[in-house]
Every structure is written in structure tokens, then in C-alpha cells.
């Protein structure tokens, strides 16, 4: 159930997509609320959105409203609130980015709710490539996003099998990554979530919010994130460097873990990963088990 609150926050969203800046009685007579709770609520907005309110205005800083980008070669489009980008993308065109500040019906893997509060980055990609750049998108795009904290945030991020990104063992983006085929090619939807300056309702989960104490603008990751995905198919080219760079940010590696698949619940190390995302799993007396990502439903680091 979405909250009433939620409801006039997005409907300010909704006004501050188009116009960066209003009279704060204008906005509030647009949206039927009284100019007082207006401007409680948008003062509770600052916490997780570059706002500005002051001498009767609230103006919305472009570089944290994604719908100022215009990236090349790529068609953006911003919503305030959708059921989930995933299925939106569904309905786009190839080299579309489909960017929700709200998500009804978010998921991630195996249809596990994925908590879209405000002032996160939700995103779906809808890349159309070959074969082996979608069999190496699992690696890839985890690989992409460790790259994007390191070098531009100077955070330390990894990779916790399959494809979470961890700070401090807590949960920071998560991905999901679905295809179908299309004539010859692949039709890619990459789902990601990034905790940007947005309050994780969970314990394990953390954000560059809580990470930096301060707000960051949001689009400077989203663009980062759209020039990286349009190198994919170059960055496939090189599968043992992918895999290498891969290995070389997966927390899991030689870690004890506890996994739960199809198939029932085993405990062993993580000694390898094959390039197109397998882990291997040696579980005794030399036994190793190859453990399918899509077939797998949680991993625990348990050393």
C-alpha cells in the first residue's frame, strides 16, 4: 500500500520532471494540497532529493532529475512511479533506459521484492545484442558497477555471487537480468538498482547516502552506467580479462558459503567461476558442484 505522503511526493516529482522550478503556492494549488503541508513534505523530500526550497520556491537540482539526460543513441524515459521497469521496458524500443523514482511491483531475482523508496536509481536497460555478449552479461554488468563505486565514488565495492554489490557486507545494487530472442540476436532487459540517497528499509542494505553523508546527483552514476552499457559487446570481445576482472571483485571467492537451489541446501567453498558466471563450489574429498545462477536461490557467506 502506498502512502498518502508518498502519493503528494510523487505528484511533486511528477510537476518537477517538466519544470525544475515553481512557486511553492502555484505547485501546491496544481496538486489540490495546502502550501503548508506542501512545503512540510517537500522539506522532507530534501532528505533524499536535491531540493531547494527557499523564498517561497522549490527548485530541483537537473543533475538529479534524470529527465535532463539525453544520452546519446539511447531513448530515456523517466516516470514517477510504475509497477516495474522491467515490464515497462517490455513495451520500448531497443536502447531504451526506462527510470522509475517508484516501483510498485519491483523484483529482483527468482521474484524476490526489490524495495524501490525514493531517491534511489531504478533503472531497466533494453540492449539488443548477440549471443555472447548476453551469455556474458551476468559477469559483465556486475563487474561495470564495482567500477562505477571504485573510480568514481572511491568506495570499495564487490561482488557478493551472483551478482550483488556489497560495501561492509551490506547490499548496495542489485541486478536483475532477463532476455528473450529476437531473429538473431538477443533483446537484454537490465534491471538495476543502485541505493544512491534513498533510506534501505533493510538491515543488510546500505546507501552512498550513509556511505558519503551527504546527497549525490543521480545522474552523474545513470550516465556513467548508460556509457559503460554501450560498450558491452567491446568488453565481451575479451571473456578471459572479463573473467579475470570478475574473480578479481567477488567477495564470495574461497569463502565458506551456505547455498539453497533447486535442488536442496549444500555448504562448501567457492574456489572458481566459469566465464559466463557458474561458481564452483568444492564441497569435499575433491567433489566440486557447478551452481547455475538462474537455478539458484540464495547464497550466505557463512566464514
Known sequence: MISEETIIKLLIIDKLIHRQEYVL????????VQPDLLERIADDMSKNYLLNIEKGKIIWNPADNPSTLKPWGW?????????????????????????AEYMLAGRGRHGKKWYSNLGGLWATFKILTNAQTASMAPIIIPIILVRIFRKSYDVEASIKWPNDIII??????GILIEGEAFRDQILLYVGIGVNINNDPPLPDTISLK????????????????????S????LSLEPEKIRENYMEYLETLNRKVLVKTLQGELIGKAVD???????????????????????????????
Open 25 to 32: 503556492r502555484e505547485l501546491a494549488w496544481e496538486i489540490g
Open 75 to 99: 531513448l530515456l524515459i523517466h516516470k514517477p512511479l510504475l509497477g516495474s521497469t522491467q515490464e515497462a521496458a517490455k513495451g520500448a524500443s531497443p536502447w531504451s533506459v526506462i527510470v
Open 168 to 173: 561492509d557486507n551490506k547490499k548496495i545494487a
Open 210 to 229: 550513509n556511505i558519503l553523508n551527504k546527497l549525490t546527483p543521480r545522474n552523474r552514476f545513470l550516465s556513467l552506467l548508460i556509457g559503460w552499457m
Open 231 to 234: 560498450r558491452m559487446e567491446k
Open 273 to 303: 567461476v566459469r566465464d559466463t558466471g557458474e561458481l564452483i563450489v568444492e564441497v569435499g574429498r575433491g567433489e566440486k558442484k557447478v551452481l547455475d545462477p538462474t537455478l539458484t536461490f540464495e547464497l550466505r557467506h557463512i566464514d
